[in-house]
Nanobody
Framework: QAQLVESGGGAVQAGGSLRLSCAAS????????MGWFRQSPGKERDFVAS????????YYADSVKGRFTISRDNVKNTVNMQIDSLKPKDTAVYYC????????????????????WGQGTQVTVSS
């Protein structure tokens, strides 16, 4: 079983940057996929980006392409997400999750597919 702990959130002004981190412990197998989702009050948890633990291939939601960059550090067992040019609409709690099996990243964007979650980290962007 994997355990996940997110960090790096905070309050920033529009146009600023943040680097979120997700520390993974427990069993992380090479075929796992790590994903970032976000959830605003009263809304569903939306897919942001994902990365294969082995190989590092990535997939992004259209809404964040060009501003968000997901990466992983297999030595430190962390998955990071660099967020640039932050906008007020990026305000949300950001969660990382583990998906244990995924044939193609483009088909693995639903939260229900992910088996394990962290507690989330709040990102607040002011205009």
């Amino acid at each position: 079983q994997a355990q996940l702990v997110e960090s790096g959130g905070g309050a920033v002004q529009a146009g600023g940057s943040l680097r979120l981190s997700c520390a993974a412990s427990g069993y992380i197998f090479s075929n796992y996929v790590m994903g970032w989702f976000r959830q605003s009050p009263g809304k569903e948890r939306d897919f942001v980006a994902s990365i294969r633990w082995s190989g590092g291939s990535t997939y992004y939601a259209d809404s964040v392409k060009g501003r968000f960059t997901i990466s992983r550090d297999n030595v430190k067992n962390t998955v990071n997400m660099q967020i640039d040019s932050l906008k007020p609409k990026d305000t949300a709690v950001y969660y990382c999750g583990v998906l244990t099996s995924c044939s193609s990243l483009i088909f693995c964007t639903r939260g229900s597919q992910y088996a394990y979650w962290g507690q989330g980290t709040q990102v607040t962007v002011s205009s």
